[in-house]
């Protein structure tokens, strides 16, 4: 079942600015986590908030989490050519089994 | 340095095959995940396990089977039972079940039936 459904599904922005990518869900969760995927390549895990908290910065990535609402946002400022990428954001459920719940995931495109 | 392994990057399978995916960790991981990914999708879920021989199903683990004999080791056999097997899989891990971790993931294997 898709737990995290993310939008846009693409997004294309000139280089040096900001990308907002955003990812709703639809079960209480203990956290959640953004990805980045390369075309062809493995997932990597870029940050991860708890459901206990609101907002968490690392480097030019900025999260927000509205569980009130049941979603989050993922923000890349200052872009880059080297942002281009696949993002996906996944949940862990509380109280489910083990086991991350992915969405379709936004293809970002950076134009240079 | 520290990671996940997996082989090939290539697998071709004929019909009625089975064919095993290679996934190995040095991280000292407890737990560790095979998902699927068509193109344009998510990743979904197939078989994760938490400890050495002992593994459990995930969302579509029909027509795949796994072993973990070795904390290391998380094979994945794609059986001739799996109808549609051409996608991208990849594997990953993380410390423990269900803690605040990020998962490691591997460089993925695309099979494709031939």
């Known amino acids: 079942s898709q737990q995290g459904e993310e939008d846009p599904q693409a997004l294309s922005i000139q280089e040096g600015e900001n990308a907002t990518m955003n990812c709703s869900y639809k079960?209480?969760?203990?956290?959640l986590q953004w990805y980045r995927q390369n075309s062809g390549r493995g997932l990597v895990h870029l940050i991860l908030i708890r459901s206990n908290e609101r907002e968490k910065h690392s480097g030019r990535l900025r999260v927000t989490l509205d569980t009130s609402k049941k979603s989050s946002s993922l923000l890349i400022t200052a872009s880059r050519a080297a942002d281009t990428a696949s993002y996906f954001c996944?949940?862990?459920?509380?109280?489910?089994?083990?086991?991350?719940?992915f969405g379709k995931g936004t293809h970002l495109i950076i134009q240079p | 340095d520290g990671g996940i392994t997996q082989s090939p990057k290539y697998l071709f399978r004929k019909e009625g095959q089975n064919v095993t995916l290679s996934c190995e960790q040095n991280?000292?991981?407890?737990?560790m995940y095979w998902y699927r990914q068509d193109p344009g999708q998510g990743l979904r879920l197939i078989y994760y396990s938490q400890i050495v021989n002992d593994f459990q199903k995930g969302d579509i683990a029909e027509g795949y089977s796994v072993s973990r004999e070795k904390k290391e080791s998380f094979p994945l056999t794609v059986t001739s039972a799996q109808k549609n097997p051409t996608a991208f899989y990849l594997c990953?891990?993380?410390?423990?079940?269900?803690?605040?971790?990020?998962?490691?993931f591997g460089s993925g294997t695309r099979l494709t039936v031939v």
């Open positions: 996944a949940t862990d459920l509380a109280g489910g089994a083990d086991g991350l719940t």
């Open positions: 990953a891990s993380t410390p423990r079940q269900k803690g605040n971790y990020g998962y490691t």
């Open positions: 079960t209480s969760i203990n956290n």
């Open positions: 991280l000292n991981h407890d737990a």
